[in-house]
Antibody
Framework: QLQLQESGPGLVKPSETLSLTCTVS??????????WGWIRQPPGKGLEWIGS???????YYNPSLKSRVTISVDTSKNQFSLKLSSVTAADTAVYYC???????????????WGQGTLVTVSS | DIQMTQSPSSVSASVGDRVTITCRAS??????LAWYQQKPGKAPKLLIY???SLQSGVPSRFSGSGSGTDFTLTISSLQPEDFATYYC??????????FGGGTKVEIK
């Protein structure tokens, strides 16, 4: 059973860098069949895709966040990570990590999500 | 960038009602569309992929249709556990994704 678990600080100060890690268990992050992504949801608002990464390290970012986002992968630890720099209160959100499946089983949908972690930006 | 517009933003309905939610893409996305259900405090749950394919384990009262730019999620007979927020998501530009703004289904 695939599981994804986000970890990282729940409180970040304005102008600092938000850092989260997603640990994947029950499956290999090095599978050529999937991509891995970060999606966030501000309190009471909708879902926003932040970016995606392939096990090879190829990355794809939301243009609205691209200048501040870095996503990386550590296949030896079966983890991928998110860094978001120069955060403001507008970056307060629940951050989800997810497995993106382009194959016939989900056709680009997200079948597997982490439980989500709330990150608050405040001094 | 592909924009996704959902309507309505909220709908009030009663148990047993038929509920229809629409999603429009700013450009053609063929059938690269997914629908999710989200309950408070929980991660979204994939209901429909490829516009009309029902995810395993999802009740058959949920159905999806459409292609190109206009899509529909229908709940044929609303059940108490269906009160939630629903999102569409385009996958035409995978692995770049875009979500619709959401539709909250509330109890009438």
């Amino acid at each position: 059973q695939l599981q994804l678990q986000e970890s990282g600080p729940g409180l970040v100060k304005p102008s600092e860098t938000l850092s989260l890690t997603c640990t994947v268990s029950g499956g290999s992050i090095s599978s050529s069949s999937y991509y891995w992504g970060w999606i966030r949801q501000p309190p009471g608002k909708g879902l926003e895709w932040i970016g995606s990464i392939y096990y090879s390290g190829s990355t794809y970012y939301n243009p609205s966040l691209k200048s501040r986002v870095t996503i990386s992968v550590d296949t030896s630890k079966n983890q991928f990570s998110l860094k978001l720099s120069s955060v403001t209160a507008a970056d307060t959100a629940v951050y989800y990590c997810a497995r993106l499946d382009p194959g016939i089983a989900a056709a680009g949908g997200v079948q597997h999500w982490g439980q989500g972690t709330l990150v608050t930006v405040s001094s | 960038d592909i924009q996704m517009t959902q309507s309505p933003s909220s709908v009030s309905a009663s148990v047993g009602d038929r509920v229809t939610i629409t999603c429009r893409a700013s450009q053609g996305i063929s059938s690269w569309l997914a629908w999710y259900q989200q309950k408070p405090g929980k991660a979204p749950k994939l209901l429909i992929y490829a516009a009309s394919s029902l995810q395993s384990g999802v009740p058959s009262r949920f159905s999806g249709s459409g292609s190109g730019t206009d899509f529909t999620l229908t709940i044929s007979s609303l059940q108490p556990e269906d009160f939630a927020t629903y999102y569409c998501q385009q996958a035409n530009s995978f692995p770049a994704l875009t979500f619709g703004g959401g539709t909250k289904v509330e109890i009438k």
